[in-house]
């Protein structure tokens, strides 16, 4: 038996050499950050027996088994072939330029979410073939963290300190801490590190200060920061009552203008009536020399009518002086000159006609 026993050990090990072994199969699952660069080992070892032709593929698994394979890069009779894949065109390339080598590992650069996935590396050499399956992850680092704070900072209030990232694959986590200090957060907060709220209950001045918020995942971390200053409470009536005096204040003015303006238009609106009735109604005045020569015309019209029978008639009175500006003048101005009740201009308007009287001598006779 022992001839025989040996004779199956020579066989068991012809089999082993003549086979095409992938000796990267240990590491099965790669966890990446979006951006970065992930090498997807696959090192194998050819036997004396593979004589046929070398044929490395490079195919992404569909999480739907309905879905055919899609072909990423390939090397086959020594060429490579990487234009089947879009998504990936310009991104991906084999880790050693030359796959005969045994290294037939694949870098796929600039990672996407979208890189997520199964891949597959087959290795043919006739009569050898072999496969590797490998998981990659590629995860969002968190980003474009912000701090904010709801509720009134005032003493005794319940303070709510929060925190969010934009951008960030699940699952994030978030921590708060104190910049200065201990870094202790107070003895009545509550952190709830899935949701990133820290709530601060009876808030007191002791609490103001920087606060931090660190997010994070499984491939990365982003920080954020805000400033908590607590005060006492504000005087509300004061500010309502100041308010209200304003408004009256505001309001007060506001009538005084209006007043004043109403004031003023109707000021200059009278003084336009004054002026347009003194224009229509005042005729304007006529020059003394005008009136004297109208009454001396009248007065030689009036002798140039009389005949001697005429004349007999008049009373023998002084000659009467011709109307001058004496008959305007005072007494005191012209002492000599007795002025009538009614002024000659007013006489010609009653429509009175001015006769001319003669003067007679002693014994009668006319001069």
Known sequence: MEPRLLALVLLCCAGL???????????????????????LPCTFVLSEEDEGPLD??????????????????????????????????GRMQFTNPDPRSGDGSLDILNLKSADTGTYQCKVKK???????KIQLT????????????????????????????????????????????????????????????????NASQDYSGTYSCVA?????????????????????????????????????????LVFCCC???REKKYEKEVHHDIREDVPPPKSRSST??????????????????????????????VPSEDFERTTGQNPNFAPSKVAAPNLSRMGAVPVMIPAQSKDGSIV
């Open 17 to 39: 050499t003549r086979s095409l072994s992938i000796t990267s199969a240990d590491q099965s699952m790669f966890e990446k950050a979006q951006g970065e660069k992930v090498t």
């Open 56 to 89: 490395i593929e490079w195919v992404l698994i569909p999480a739907d088994n309905q879905k055919k394979e899609q072909i990423i890069i390939m090397y086959a009779v020594d060429r490579i072939y990487n234009h089947y894949y879009a998504a990936m065109t």
């Open 126 to 132: 006739a009569p050898g073939v072999q496969s590797q």
């Open 138 to 201: 590629v995860l969002v680092k968190p980003a474009r963290t912000k701090c904010s704070i709801e509720g009134s900072q005032e003493i005794g209030n319940d303070i709510i300190l929060k925190c969010a990232s934009q951008e960030g694959s699940p699952l994030l986590s978030y921590d708060w801490r104190r910049v200065a200090g201990t870094q202790e957060l107070p003895a009545t907060s509550v952190l709830n590190k899935n949701t990133g709220e820290l709530l601060l209950k």
């Open 216 to 256: 994070s995942n499984r491939v990365g971390t982003d920080e954020c920061f805000v400033e908590l200053n607590v005060t006492p409470p504000i005087n509300t009536a004061g500010i309502i009552a100041g308010a209200i005096v304003g408004t009256l204040l505001g309001l007060f003015l506001l009538a005084f």
């Open 263 to 265: 004031k003023k238009h």
């Open 292 to 321: 004297a020569r109208s009454y001396i015309g009248s007065n030689r019209s009036s002798l140039g009518s009389m005949s001697p029978s005429n004349m007999e008639g008049y009373t023998k009175t002084p000659y009467s002086q």
